[in-house]
């Protein structure tokens, strides 16, 4: 489907887009609120400052899109493919990201308070600055991930493999670190008041 064959169905109020191929489409600043791009092939898309509020993007292909300055406030991204994507300053308040692959993404100053990102693949992912206030991250791997800075209280890291991550600085207030691997992680002056470190591998 081209860009203008897109975009008249949107405006004649078409939402449901799922498995559409839409490889390299330029989407910067479009409307996708409620729209569903289940499945959808968005790889090289551009959305900078897109709004994907609610958005059902489940199952999507968005490796290597640029998602700098997009809204995707309570949108559903369940084993989506975001690897390598560029999400800097983005909105994911509240995002079902479960199984989610993140792999590489730049994630600087991004929104993720109260987001899920169960068994979420997070691997050498750049969140410094990042704001991630009572997010589930259980079993996630957060491999090498540079969380500097990064505001986890309350988050949930039960499980969550930290090996290599740069934590320093982070907050790290009434996380839950149960079962977490810790090893080889940076926490120089890190915010553990309250933090659940119960059987935290950490060989450092």
């Given amino acids: 489907m081209t860009y203008e064959e897109f975009?008249?169905?949107?405006?004649?109020?078409?939402?449901?887009?799922?498995?559409?191929?839409?490889?390299?489409?330029?989407?910067?600043?479009?409307?996708l609120k409620w729209v569903n791009l289940e499945g959808a092939n968005l790889r090289w898309v551009n959305l900078e400052k897109a709004n994907?509020?609610?958005?059902?993007?489940?199952?999507?292909?968005?490796k290597g899109s640029n998602l700098e300055g997009v809204n995707l406030k309570g949108s559903n991204l369940e084993g989506a493919n975001l690897e390598k994507a560029d999400l800097e300053e983005a909105n994911l308040e509240g995002t079902n990201l479960k199984w989610?692959?993140?792999?590489?993404?730049?994630?600087k100053g991004v929104n993720l308070d109260g987001a899920n990102l169960r068994w979420a693949n997070?691997?050498?992912v750049n969140l410094v600055g990042a704001t991630l206030k009572w997010s589930t991250l259980e079993g996630a791997n957060l491999e090498g991930a540079i969380l500097e800075g990064v505001n986890l209280r309350g988050a949930n890291l039960r499980g969550a493999n930290l090996k290599?991550?740069?934590?320093?600085e982070a907050n790290?207030?009434?996380?839950?670190?149960?079962?977490?691997?810790?090893?080889?992680?940076?926490?120089?002056?890190?915010?553990?008041?309250?933090?659940?470190?119960?059987?935290?591998?950490?060989?450092?």
């Fill in 7 to 31: 975009l008249d169905a949107l405006n004649k109020g078409q939402t449901n887009f799922s498995n559409i191929n839409l490889d390299g489409i330029n989407l910067e600043a479009a409307n």
């Fill in 52 to 62: 994907l509020e609610k958005a059902n993007l489940e199952g999507a292909n968005l």
């Fill in 100 to 107: 989610i692959n993140l792999e590489g993404a730049n994630l």
């Fill in 122 to 124: 997070l691997k050498w």
């Fill in 164 to 168: 290599w991550s740069i934590l320093e």
């Fill in 172 to 204: 790290l207030q009434g996380a839950n670190l149960r079962e977490a691997n810790l090893e080889e992680a940076n926490l120089q002056g890190a915010n553990l008041r309250e933090a659940n470190l119960e059987g935290v591998i950490n060989k450092d």
